[in-house]
């Protein structure tokens, strides 16, 4: 069945450790996103891609980094410069890059600094 | 800035009909999703408006008003399975989502 996979789906992490979250998706979709969702607010964009070896940086990029290097996967890592990296962290995809697409949503990485 | 606010909490009782709302204050608009999340699980798409009025999808409804900045999600006969959080988004000018940070709705038998 097409999809959209994360993993691992819990992450514990020690401080000053960089962590990295993996996505991929069977989806044939062009548009991939890293949201980080924190309770009460709502989803913020972490980086985006459109297309392979292609990415933009979103609302809240600092402390992260991304890779694009094939259409079917686009890892976050968490690094250790960002200075509060406990959060839910959901990938997304979509189908028209930029455009009115359905997003489509993994089950989630909640990463926890110990 | 852009904004969306929508209510943090609602209660309603199972079997009956609620309403969230959702308004939106963005540069631009490109269209509006509603999107259900269970606790701890990814959200769910649930409906997209475009053009204002009302798009009825069996239980749930979404409505927009576009000139008010206004949509509400219509949830009917409801069912202990609906309690989750309900996402407003909405795509601004440049194709981008802007996120409400979502109403939990809790139902009681």
């Known amino acids: 069945d097409g999809g959209i996979t994360q993993s691992p789906k819990y992450l514990f992490r020690k401080e000053g450790q960089n962590v990295t979250l993996s996505c991929e998706q069977n989806?044939?979709?062009?548009?991939m996103y890293w949201y980080r969702q924190d309770p009460g607010q709502g989803l913020r964009l972490i980086y985006y891609?459109?297309?392979?070896?292609?990415?933009q940086k979103g609302d809240i990029a600092e402390g992260y980094s991304v890779s694009r290097e094939k259409k079917e996967s686009f890892p976050l890592t968490v690094t250790s410069a960002q200075k509060n990296p406990t959060a839910f962290y959901l990938c997304?995809?979509?189908?028209?890059?930029?455009?009115?697409?359905?997003?489509?949503f993994g089950e989630g990485s909640r990463l926890t600094v110990l | 800035g852009q904004n969306i606010d929508q209510p943090t909490e609602m209660t309603a009782t199972e079997g009956a009909i609620v309403q969230i709302n959702c308004t939106y204050q963005?540069?631009?608009?490109?269209?509006l999703f509603w999107y259900q999340q269970h606790a701890g699980e990814a959200p769910t798409f649930l409906s997209y408006?475009?053009l204002d009025g009302l798009e009825e999808k069996g239980r749930f409804s979404s409505f927009l008003s576009r000139s008010k900045g206004y949509s509400y999600l219509l949830l009917k006969e409801l069912q202990m399975k609906d309690s989750a959080s309900y996402l407003c988004?909405?795509?601004?000018?440049?194709?981008?989502?802007?996120w409400g940070a979502g109403t939990k709705l809790i139902i009681k038998p």
């Open positions: 997304a995809s979509s189908s028209l890059a930029g455009e009115t697409g359905e997003l489509f």
């Open positions: 989806l044939n979709h062009d548009a």
């Open positions: 891609s459109q297309i392979v070896n292609d990415f």
């Open positions: 963005t540069s631009g608009f490109n269209g």
């Open positions: 408006n475009v």
């Open positions: 988004a909405v795509l601004d000018s440049n194709y981008q989502l802007i």
